[in-house]
């Protein structure tokens, strides 16, 4: 038996071991690879969500991605005054991660206080609306700057680390670290008894109403705690390329990091990673990989942007056909199996879609 | 007893890694060579980005395959001071998310020279700081806004097109010189594009000279309600600042409720073969005496069409030839001319002072206007009429210098060594 506290320190332990690994990555990486880990440590903040709100409470979001816009506006809009007005260093990003965090939060918790009352297709409708409306709703509210969209004012590197690391080496250093603080709590929330409640609802609301649980409550929690790491995410992202714009967060790339947490394995945060890594690397391997064949000019085109989105179709149905409990789990199972044997009676924690 | 000990082997074992991480790397960061980047013996490297796929392809991704035609031809000529040019394309459907992962992938992982002609106001605004902050030259990007005019914030960014101002300026003259006592109003997009443009328009006719402004926004397809409006307020000529294919909307929503004003569009949505692309075999009828503005050549006699036309036939697989072809085998043309003088072994740093020196003048039918504290590109622009299906130069220029317009000289160079710039 594990208690509590241990599976805590073992949680933290591992989330600590993660961040140090990526943090003296960036010192491996060149510019472009370092602005990519970046680009993944923010899109892992949304993907690392919404594996727990469909994977544990089965709440379906087809619009994650606006989350995720909601915490780059967030930002930007109370970073830039700040800038503005001669505040800078670490109390304006500090203001502005604020500011990400209200907006997503509050956005989280009206989609939260919806996905309580709505089932299935019906919320999944709901979030598909809201992410269709994005630029409507960008060119409809003049401080959100129509589709050309926002700047963020440039985060350099400080001072004292002049010379010692680069511009996207430090905005590597501020993505991995904000996804740390972003992703642990989930993963404590996962492990720990809101997990449980998660699954108990998932797998039978009256069941779990009879137990004493609010389906309500822990559904619309779900959503917040997905919500405030999404915005996370999306300040990140402002961070790393100054500016926030309705075109980033379409529904593809809602549909996207969908795919990516299927792929990567449901209700996993092993697996949430694994499907950010795929989200920013595939495209660019296809695109390095069209380029390099040699294609005539005109397939090429073609190719160009289409081609990411056929690979991603043909990864989703081999790996459910495949591995159903996502890539995580076809990897992982290795691991867990080598760590039973070295340790034994270690029990791993089992998410619903992993019977 | 033994689990401490694991914990503290563990922890060891930790910090180990996490010392190796962090050392082994610092010692690999040692000193580069400080060679211009894409700059090879044999080989010179630049890139854009481009909307080859997504709503505005239809319009625009046949200009970067122009640009490329004329680079190949200057290519088989033996290149620039030896070295050949090559030239990537990155597509960013105009998304301005994806401009900014394309251009750092082209500066970061190509290690490009220079960023050429990057297309489109709102994505490449989502480059401009990146670009300058890594001293990267951003020559001739291909937007009209003002916004790439400011050396002092951005010292490596060059305009080219005559911008809104320019155009919008040019057109209001002409309306005041030839249509006097007529009654002007605008439709522009509802952006940059179409608010810089209505300045440009009041800047000639003053600020009540304009007697209705409409805007359309590009996600709705539909300018009835707009077009209505305007009728109503009985306009006789309607300036519009739009994308070529909410031109051929206007003009044939107009004709569809019997609306016959006088166009006049900026350069961006008044190139008459692509427009005929959009309404068919109406065109010539619905577009007769339509007033357009241009910088470059496009005369059907004139010789850079006739030496860019054989161009397109030998290197781009005789692609349509309309206005785009002419842009992007111009900006080609621009930037060989400012390589040549930027001296046999480039710099990023030689290239912006051979622009800011003035002497890259380009093709256009005035000589582009770079200097020190100016890099907006064209400031004169011509008039073109549509008669009886050809788009032409009337022969009336103007030319914008601060808040003055003024008629100027039309003064195109002529074309020598086969349309690669000498020394």
Sequence with gaps: ?355 | MRTTTTRRTRARAIAALGAAALVLPLAACGGTDEASPGVSAETITIGTHQPLSGPAAAGYSSISAATQAYFDHVNAQGGVHGRQIEYLVKNDGYNPATTQTVVRELVQQDEVFAILNGLGTPTHSAVLDFLNQNEVPDLFVSSGSTAWNDPEEYPYTFGYNADYHVEGSALGQYAADEHADSSVCVLGQDDDYGETFLEGVQIALGEDGVTATETYDTSNQDVTAQIGALQAAGCEVVMLATVNGFTALAVGTAAQMGFMPTWMAASAGGDYPTLTGFLGEAAPQLLQGFVSVNYLPFSPDSDWVELFTSINEEYNDGAPFDGNTVFGMSVGYAFVEALTRAGEDPTRESLVEALESGEVTGNGIAPLAYSADDHGGYDTVGITTVVDGVQDFVGTTYRLDGDTVSTAEPSAPPVEGEGVPAE
């Design chain 1, 1 to 355: 038996m594990t208690t509590d506290r241990q599976r805590t320190r073992a949680v933290l332990l591992r989330a600590a071991v993660c961040t140090l690994l990526a943090v003296g990555a960036t010192f491996v990486l060149d510019d472009y690879r370092n602005y990519q880990l970046a680009v993944v440590a923010a899109v892992f903040c949304a993907t690392a969500g919404l594996t727990l709100l469909v994977g544990l409470t089965g709440q379906l979001s087809l619009g994650h991605a606006v989350l995720m816009a909601a915490g780059g506006y967030g930002y930007a809009l109370t970073a830039t005054p700040a800038a503005d007005a001669g505040l800078g260093g670490p109390a304006r990003f500090a203001l502005g991660i604020a500011g990400a965090l209200v907006l997503a939060g509050a956005v989280g918790l009206l989609l939260g206080l919806a996905g309580a009352r709505l089932k299935g297709p019906y919320l999944a409708g709901l979030t598909l609306a809201l992410v269709i409306a994005l630029p409507a709703i960008t060119t409809q509210v003049p401080v959100l700057g129509g589709a050309a969209g926002v700047g963020a004012p440039f985060e350099g590197v400080p001072d004292g680390l002049r010379g010692v690391v680069g511009v996207e080496q430090w905005h590597a250093w501020i993505a991995v670290l904000v996804a740390a603080v972003a992703v642990t709590p989930l993963a404590l929330l996962r492990s720990g008894r809101a997990g449980l409640r998660m699954r108990a609802v998932h797998g039978d609301e009256t069941a779990a109403r009879l137990a004493g649980i609010s389906p309500a409550r822990v559904k619309t929690g779900a959503f917040v705690a997905g919500a405030l790491s999404a915005g996370l995410g999306g300040a990140v992202l402002a961070v790393v390329t100054q500016s926030v714009s309705p075109g980033a967060y379409d529904l593809a790339y809602s549909l996207l990091l969908l795919v990516a947490v299927v792929v990567g394995g449901l209700g996993s945060i092993g697996g949430a990673a694994v499907g950010a890594a795929l989200v920013v690397l595939v495209p660019w391997l296809i695109d390095t990989v069209v380029t390099g064949v040699g294609l005539p000019a005109d397939l090429e085109q073609r190719l160009a942007g289409n081609a990411a989105v056929l690979v991603f179709g043909a990864l989703l149905v081999a790996v459910t056909v495949v591995w159903p409990g996502g890539l995580s789990h076809a990897l992982g199972g290795r691991v867990s199996s080598l760590t039973h044997r070295l340790r034994p009676g270690r029990k791993v924690p089992r998410t619903l879609t992993e019977r």
